[in-house]
């Protein structure tokens, strides 16, 4: 698509005056809003391919899903250089009618669904009760959409912020979900080449660093066999917020091969844990099937065992990992695993377990200590406060204080000390006794500075200089805090 081309596109529908303030009321309910739930690991859900799939305004609405934090609508499904008269094309499901943009000859139907109006209403529902609802483009049908150069990325971005972005009052523009304005674009890109999606990405982050008040989002959802074969330049090279492993596609890397592993299980989440990112934030979701996609499907993972690998995700690192990614809510909100708790429900739950402060931790100390559940205050502050972690467990910190050599189990990079002591506290435990009993958080120092120990013994520390290192020693069920006193220096 070249500019005038797009001009064209974009003035094929008027804008109507009254959508102009209700655009500015969206961003602002988008801006003050929270995702829903304490938690700050997510559910991520697509909607808009299931069967006889619930309107989007009730998938937000209804208490029994109220634990969704994102909402990826699918699908942009035809791109400008497949479709009728360079325009692009989609395919919501039942969720919009048979209605089309016309091309810009003024008679001719393109292949995007207009009028959308309860998809439109149900944006801005869930937007108001704190969701992200993000438009997916891709998908699995059909097989032939693509983009040849950098440029059409660029104008195809162009052209989906103004159709599906911030109304602006000077450019007339085709709209089909009218005022509604989305959070963002996520990418699920399942054929063709790899070129231009990196550079789509680049020119959406430059139209949101315009757009004062308001966060927009960037998501790719990759297959789980590294490198990816679309969407590999993207996610090494682009700004995004969230990366959904599809782990249900590919068998040596899916997450049934992981559970059923007993050895040389699939490393996916620690690989792209570890891979440099532009965005140092960006979060990394375990991406499930909501239920079974046909009889016997063996991909999809029962509850019990998405436990086991979030658990485990978790583990490799609190930081990166950002929650379940769900395919797709229809299906999950009909699986119904237990005493009227649907797959996204037990999905929630699963993740608020492994989340600082959301389980309530045991006391395991005198009355004269200081309690502190996450954020715990800087050295000198915290010394001989304990840290109650997400499994009940409790750790004495002990500023200053590095354990060099009492049997290293493992080590990652972490952004705080309670997420060091959370890695510890949800390693896997042998025999009843858990592996990791303390570790040495270690915060100015690049790459990995979180190491968990496997036998830290109270008193053996080693001083380190100007706070260079704290550590924190797991208590006993009843054990009282022995009160630390900060050592004066280091070598």
């Not at 919501?92 to 292949?111: R, S, Y």
Request: net charge negative; with cysteine; charged share 20%.
């Amino acid at each position: 698509m070249n500019r005038k081309l797009i001009s064209a596109l974009l003035a094929v529908i008027p804008l109507s005056p009254s959508v102009l303030g209700q655009d500015q009321a969206a961003a602002a309910a988008s801006a003050t809003s929270t995702t829903s739930g304490a938690s700050p690991l997510k559910v991520a859900v697509y909607w808009g391919q299931g069967a006889n799939q619930e309107p989007l305004l009730d998938i937000c609405s209804k208490d029994t899903l109220k634990t969704i934090d994102i909402i990826n609508i699918g699908f942009v499904n035809v791109f400008p250089e497949q479709g009728v008269q360079g325009f692009p094309g989609s395919d919501f499901g039942n969720a919009c009618g048979a209605e089309k943009v016309l091309a810009p000859d003024g008679v001719t139907p393109t292949q995007l669904s207009n009028n959308c109006v309860q998809i439109a209403e149900g944006i801005k529902k869930c937007q108001e009760l704190g969701k992200q609802v993000m438009l997916s483009l891709g998908g699995a049908i059909p097989d032939n959409y693509g983009i040849t150069t950098d440029q059409k990325a660029y104008e195809f971005a162009e052209f989906l912020w103004q159709a599906f972005g911030p109304v602006k009052p000077d450019v007339p523009s085709s709209r089909p979900f009218g005022d509604a304005v989305v959070d963002g674009f996520d990418f699920d890109i399942e054929h063709g080449l790899s070129i231009g999606y990196k550079a789509m990405a680049d020119r959406f982050k430059q139209l949101y660093d315009l757009e004062a008040g308001r966060k927009y989002y960037i998501s790719a959802a990759p297959q789980c066999k590294i490198p990816d074969e679309r969407l590999a330049e993207m996610i090494s090279s682009a700004y995004l917020d969230y990366i959904y492993i599809q782990l249900y596609n590919t068998p040596e890397c899916s997450a049934r091969t992981y559970i059923d592993a007993t050895a040389n299980r699939p490393t996916t989440f620690e690989e792209y844990a570890k891979a440099p990112y532009v965005n140092k934030d960006v979060k990394i979701f375990a991406g499930l099937l909501g239920a079974p996609q046909t009889p016997g499907d063996t991909y999809y993972l029962n509850p019990d065992e998405v436990q086991r690998l979030v658990k485990d995700y978790y583990t490799i690192s609190p930081t990166m990992f950002g929650g379940i990614m769900i395919w797709e809510a229809s299906s999950a909100i009909a699986n119904v695993v237990s005493d009227g708790t649907n797959f996204i429900m037990k999905a929630k739950e699963i993740l608020n377990g492994l989340t600082p402060g959301q389980a309530p931790g045991s006391t395991t100390n005198d009355s004269t200590t200081p309690l502190a559940n996450m954020p715990l205050p800087a050295c000198p502050d915290a010394n001989n406060m304990v840290y109650n972690a997400s499994d009940g467990s409790s750790y004495q910190v002990q500023c200053n204080t590095n354990y060099p050599d009492d049997n290293l189990v493992s080590r990652s990079r972490q952004d705080t000390l309670e997420r060091c002591i959370e890695a510890c506290s949800a390693f896997t435990t042998s025999g009843g006794q858990p592996v990791c009993r303390g570790c040495s958080f270690r915060p100015t120092v690049e790459g990995e500075n979180c190491f968990l120990k496997g036998t830290p013994t109270p008193g053996t520390g080693v001083p380190t200089p100007d706070f260079e290192s704290v550590s924190a020693v797991l208590l006993a069920p009843g054990q009282f805090v022995q009160p630390y006193v900060i050592p004066a220096g280091g070598p």
